[in-house]
């Protein structure tokens, strides 16, 4: 691994420590991680005058920082403990003070999950692809789970349970726990209406990876909660709350 550098995109800075990670790569570039999501969540902050955008699977903080900008409040969650702290580096390097963030993977219930060794095939080169198992997840083969591998444990809790409220917009991305990130938290989504932009993985790399969950049994699960799909963005679902006048 080279030396760490220091990009700064858009008059954020970010630490860049692996150039052959997908996303560290493209950031190394000056390119914007995922800006067409960036770019939409801002457009609905000044829209509809959003005050706390909360951010499940933020990774190294490549939409929560920039974002921080435009909003009052930033909740940011990420699982994955090296990441976590990465995390934590760009928010003291860019002195951001209006970010809280949480180390901890979330679910439909509290668990203990493993992340295994990042170097196999399928995340070698994409950090942001890494999975939280658990034992279930083991038992039943899913999400590509080796114990031989494993380098890493933490908690897992569900969202409802965290000491995050009134927030107006919310990003998920969590790898394949779609399903159970919305299920366990579908209090605080029911009471606070949130916008909703998730990625949901397609059947096929679902099916490859045992899960039982199926795309749309993500989609309707969260329409059943009162919400209409507003826009696709590549495996990215925007939902708006039907309440909200688009």
Same mark, same amino acid.
């Given at each position: 691994?080279s $030396?760490?550098?220091?990009? @700064?995109i858009? /008059?954020i800075?970010?630490?860049i420590r692996?150039?052959?990670?997908?996303i560290e790569?493209?950031l &190394?570039?000056?390119?914007?991680?995922n800006?067409?999501?960036?770019?939409?969540?801002?457009l609905?902050?000044k829209?509809?005058r959003?005050k &706390?955008?909360?951010?499940?699977?933020? &990774?190294?903080? =490549?939409?929560?920082?920039p974002?921080?900008?435009?909003?009052k409040?930033?909740?940011?969650?990420?699982?994955? %403990? %090296? =990441?976590f702290?990465h995390?934590?580096?760009?928010i003291k390097?860019?002195? @951001?003070?209006?970010i =809280?963030?949480?180390?901890?993977a979330v679910?439909d219930?509290?668990?203990v999950?493993y992340?295994?060794?990042?170097?196999?095939?399928?995340?070698?080169?994409?950090l942001? /692809?890494?999975?939280?198992i658990?034992?279930?997840d083991?038992?039943?083969?899913?999400l590509s789970?080796?114990?031989?591998?494993?380098?890493?444990?933490?908690?897992?809790? $569900?969202?409802?349970d965290l000491? @995050?409220?009134?927030?107006?917009?919310?990003?998920?991305?969590?790898?394949?726990?779609?399903?159970?990130?919305i299920?366990?938290?579908?209090?605080k989504?029911k009471?606070?209406?949130?916008?909703?932009?998730?990625?949901i993985?397609?059947?096929?790399?679902?099916?490859a990876?045992?899960?039982e =969950?199926t795309?749309?049994d993500v989609?309707?699960?969260?329409?059943?909660?009162?919400?209409?799909l507003?826009?696709? @963005?590549?495996d990215?679902?925007?939902f708006?709350?039907?309440?909200?006048?688009i």
């Open positions: 691994m $030396k760490a550098d220091t990009i @700064i858009n /008059g800075k970010y630490i692996n150039k052959e990670d997908i790569n493209c &190394h570039k000056g390119i914007q991680w800006n067409d999501i960036v770019l939409l969540i801002g609905c902050i829209k509809y959003l &706390h955008f909360v951010n499940i699977g933020c &990774h190294i903080g =490549t939409i929560a920082l974002i921080s900008k435009y909003i409040k930033v909740s940011a969650i990420e699982a994955y %403990p %090296p =990441t702290k995390l934590q580096e760009n390097l860019n002195k @951001i003070k209006n =809280t963030s949480y180390n901890i679910g219930s509290e668990n999950v992340f295994f060794d990042r170097l196999n095939e399928r995340v070698k080169n994409n942001g /692809g890494m999975h939280a658990t034992n279930e083991i038992k039943k083969n899913r789970s080796n114990l031989s591998s494993k380098q890493y444990e933490n908690l897992m809790k $569900k969202f409802d000491p @995050i409220n009134e927030f107006d917009i919310l990003l998920i991305d969590v790898e394949g726990r779609e399903y159970e990130a299920k366990g938290g579908f209090k989504i009471k606070n209406k949130p916008i909703i932009i998730i990625e993985w397609e059947n096929s790399k679902r099916r990876e045992n899960m =969950t795309k749309e989609v309707k699960y969260i329409k059943n909660l009162d919400y209409k507003f826009k696709k @963005i590549n990215n679902y925007v708006f709350p039907n309440n909200l006048k």
